[in-house]
């Protein structure tokens, strides 16, 4: 099992619609969650990170945590074609050999948006 | 303008050829990293270093090394024992503190492919 996964897509969402991308984890101890988008050929940017269990929402875009069943989700509404890119998912994973925390990616859920 | 630096943005190894990636930034940030990405894969950590002069292996360091000698420098050498070397490479920085340091800059990447 991987210890971060998503549907790796695509996901085809019209224009308008609500998009949503989603996250399991396998680490219960995890405190830190991250939502990156990576536009094609380019560096991963920081767009959502979520601590408590819960909704927290940003303009459009809304993470939700629930970490009794480890999942973690994204939300983007209204969608743009600008939205299109690949959703990269991050946790913080305790490493106890390291004696701190490592962050683990996901592989990431490509994300389409039809005008 | 700060940020991360990297550079080349493309480069070529040829068989049996060392090459060195750079990555230099002006944030003041202590923490720096290395990360590999492979398409269809996550970010996988290579190196990185909280301290100057202090430096830790990730979850793939072999056949790479880098050293920390400058708080805003931390080149990455792909030596010849990488055998499958073409990926995707991203520096990335953040502050040291424990709650903040969870947050990565990225730099703009560097994409390796073998001739």
């Known amino acids: 099992q991987k210890e971060v996964e998503q549907n790796s897509g695509p996901l085809s969402v019209p224009e308008g619609a609500i998009a949503s991308l989603n996250c399991t984890y396998s680490?219960?101890?995890?405190?830190?969650f991250f939502w990156y988008r990576q536009y094609s050929g380019k560096s991963p940017e920081l767009i959502m990170s979520?601590?408590s269990n819960g909704d927290k929402e940003d303009g459009r875009f809304t993470a939700q945590l629930n970490k009794a069943s480890q999942y973690v989700s994204l939300l983007i509404r209204d969608s743009q074609p600008s939205d299109s890119a690949t959703y990269l998912c991050a946790v913080n994973i305790l490493r106890p050999l390291w004696g701190n925390y490592q962050l683990i990616w996901g592989a990431g859920t490509k994300l389409i948006i039809k005008p | 303008d700060g940020g991360i630096t990297q550079s080349p943005k493309y480069l070529f190894r040829k068989e049996g050829q060392n090459v060195t990636l750079s990555c230099e930034q002006n944030?003041?940030?202590?923490?720096m990293y290395w990360y590999r990405q492979d398409p269809g894969q996550g970010l996988r950590l290579i190196y990185y270093?909280?301290?100057?002069?202090?430096?830790q292996k990730g979850d793939i360091a072999e056949g790479y090394s880098v050293s920390r000698e400058k708080k805003e420098s931390f080149p990455l050498t792909v030596t010849s024992a990488q055998k499958n070397p073409t990926a995707f490479y991203l520096c990335?920085?953040?502050?040291?503190?424990?709650?903040?340091?969870?947050?990565?800059?990225f730099g703009s990447g560097t994409q390796l492919s073998v001739l």
């Open positions: 270093s909280q301290i100057v002069n202090d430096f």
């Open positions: 944030l003041n940030h202590d923490a």
């Open positions: 990335a920085s953040s502050p040291r503190d424990r709650r903040t340091n969870e947050k990565l800059f």
């Open positions: 979520i601590y």
């Open positions: 680490d219960r101890v995890s405190q830190s």
